[in-house]
């Protein structure tokens, strides 16, 4: 089957609301004529400026991550209620760097996934795994694991709205890409993962992103692969000039 091709940028922790409001028009305009899946994440305090600029284009807005209550005695929190309040679509959840510097782990990862999928909301879980753990040949191990814990309790009727995002931590915002073939690899195994979840029909729908030093040369080569199915995007979703490009791969 073909799957959809979806590109998300991860704008991180960049942006003032001017910045962000030009590059938003910049992409609404750079990508009206594009015919894969586009989504932009910008900050929390960007979303609503944002929000004004790609409502009614082709182009989703999300947010990089959400509490796991719904609302409450949680300082410097921010819930899906408020995120939908501004008309964001999707949730970001288990980025590297939410799990790595702010030490999420699984069971916190999972509970945000679930409260999200209950208000509505599609979720791109990222997976993947340090260097180290690639060396000791955990790739495929960790991912699962990630997956499996992740999912937990999603039921077959809500994984529509779940995208994966494999992104290798070594491969964040250091220059460094997985080769087309390994980032492949480890998109086929957490396929499988899926498939033993929740049958292989299932899995064959399932939009899986590869993240990791995406850029306007090597996107396509990695688009290519059979089961690389889009990208989110960091360091390069920061300019048009390169985010564009990336999206229009083909
Ligand atoms: P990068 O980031 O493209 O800058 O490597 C990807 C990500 O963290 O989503």
Known sequence: MT?????????????????????????VAGLKDGKHTYLIAPSFTLLESVAAVVKGTNIRLGAQDCACEEQGAHTGEVSVLQLKDLGVQTVIL??????????EDDAL????????????????????ELLEEREAGKAE???ERQTVEGLKGVTAGDLNRIVIAYEPVWAIGTGKTATPE??????AYVRKVVGNLY?????????????????????????????????LVGGAALQASTFVPIAKFN
């Not at 390994?182 to 998109?187: G, Q, V």
């Open 3 to 27: 799957r959809a091709y979806y590109i998300a940028g991860n704008w991180k922790m960049h942006k003032t609301r001017t910045e962000a409001v030009a590059l938003a028009k910049d992409l």
């Open 94 to 103: 288990g980025h590297s760097e939410r799990r790595h510097l702010y030490k």
């Open 109 to 128: 990862i999972n509970k945000k996934v679930l409260l999200a999928l209950k208000h509505g909301f599609e979720v791109i879980l990222c997976v993947g």
């Open 141 to 143: 191990a960790v991912c």
């Open 182 to 187: 390994d980032a492949d690899a480890i998109h």
């Open 199 to 231: 049958g292989a029909g299932a899995a064959e729908k399932m939009i899986i992103q590869y993240g990791g030093s995406v850029k306007p040369e090597n996107a396509a080569a990695l688009m290519a692969k059979e089961n690389i199915d889009g990208a």
